[in-house]
């Protein structure tokens, strides 16, 4: 009687640098999205041999997925195509099928645009958070209002960011 073979080890287990270059965020992320991919593949009795019938897979899942939350769900499909590549590197650019799906996504489900705060919003929850404790972030609030921060814009700004009328930066061209 042969020798059962082994079981395969996951990519993730058997190389895990595969994942070195992925923020701990992102990895979690794409881990469960890749996860709910697999099990929807166990209950739809799904079980892809090669590149193209995983890359038909996926673009059944994402249009499940599309029906499933009505035209939401473009992250999760996005993040269940970068998980695959991340955990299966040989697959990146042959998933054409699946990757034409996500970037169509918004084509057929535009995304719902919500006006910005006001001013006198952002001003009240400013000086909420620096009545409360929270000087710097009351700050950062009116700053990145007033100034047209993204968050990551934000976070990233230094002490050395920040110039003065006298300060020697600005030269002496510099009038207020």
């Not at 019938?53 to 899942?61: F, G, M, P, T």
């Not at 299966?88 to 057929?108: E, Y």
Request: aromatic letters at 10%; charged letters at 25%.
């Amino acid at each position: 009687m042969a020798a059962a073979k082994p079981a395969r080890e996951a990519p993730s287990s058997r190389w895990p640098l595969l994942q070195a270059g992925y923020a701990p965020s992102t990895t979690k992320k794409y881990r469960a999205a890749v996860q709910a991919f697999y099990g929807w593949c166990k209950t739809t009795n799904e079980n892809p041999t090669d590149v193209e019938a995983l890359d038909e897979c996926l673009a059944d899942y994402f249009h499940a997925v599309y029906e499933d939350n009505e035209g939401k769900g473009k992250q999760k499909a996005r993040d269940t195509l970068y998980g695959i590549e991340m955990y299966l590197p040989r697959v990146k650019g042959q998933l054409l099928i699946a990757g034409r799906v996500v970037n169509r996504w918004t084509k057929l489900h535009v995304a719902t645009s919500y006006p910005p705060l006001t001013w006198d919003l952002a001003a009240l929850v400013g000086v909420h958070l620096a009545n409360t404790g929270h000087f710097r972030f009351g700050v950062g609030t009116v700053l990145a209002f007033d100034c047209l921060l993204r968050v990551g814009e934000l976070t990233n700004l230094r002490r050395e960011d920040v110039a003065f009328p006298k300060d020697r930066r600005m030269g002496v061209e510099y009038k207020i």
